[in-house]
């Protein structure tokens, strides 16, 4: 029933405040926006069928493998398309994360690539994901830690996202809004 998403988080980087709000708006429509006070740092825009990218460095349209990407990010809740997306999910055991019990979930992608996602056991919710980042000699894992969830649209979300990529850096959510609509110029790619 969730039509449009608009997700608003703020973090601290290197002392400074920033803020990064996601769009996303059913059936494929996504946009992403990190700035540095008024200065935008990095912008991503998926218009359903093509994408460009643009940071300090310019603009550039996504290809390949850099759209290949987004696409699979356009969902606002990518696990209801795993199957669309021809992802394989195994249950791989019962661990501890931050001192609850989680289902680890390995997720595969047809291209070879996986990540883990690892949900409590009690409540369902996601508490982790774990994955691979970088390219050939300067691979990271990089994990994401959800928490805080509360209810916006009678929807759980987590308010604050914990990412360990050599050093913490955390985002709080500060609005998140579903089914408020979005203006269509956010999705615009030319």
Not at 40 to 54: E, L, R, S, W, Y
Not at 66 to 71: N, Y
Not at 148 to 162: M, R
Request: aromatic fraction near 8%.
């Amino acid at each position: 029933k969730v039509k449009d998403l608009k997700r608003e988080y703020t973090t601290s980087v290197q002392g400074m405040t920033a803020t990064m709000t996601e769009y996303n708006k059913m059936p494929n429509q996504y946009a992403m926006q990190m700035k540095m006070g008024t200065m935008m740092m990095q912008n991503i825009v998926f218009d359903g069928k093509k994408g460009k990218a643009g940071g300090m460095q310019g603009e550039k349209a996504l290809e390949g493998a850099d759209l290949q990407e987004i696409m699979n990010s356009v969902y606002a809740f990518p696990e209801l398309h795993y199957k669309d997306l021809h992802k394989t999910i195994e249950l791989t055991g019962v661990v501890d994360v931050n001192g609850k019990k989680a289902y680890r979930m390995k997720v595969s992608d047809p291209d070879g690539g996986s990540f883990t996602d690892y949900y409590d056991v009690k409540t369902g919710l996601k508490l982790r994901r774990s994955e691979m980042q970088g390219s050939g000699e300067h691979m990271t894992q990089v994990n994401t830690d959800y928490s805080d969830y509360s209810a916006e649209g009678g929807i759980l979300f987590p308010h604050t996202v914990k990412q360990n990529a050599g050093m913490d850096i955390v985002f709080t959510a500060s609005k998140i809004s579903v089914n408020q609509g979005i203006d269509a110029s956010v999705f615009k790619v030319d």
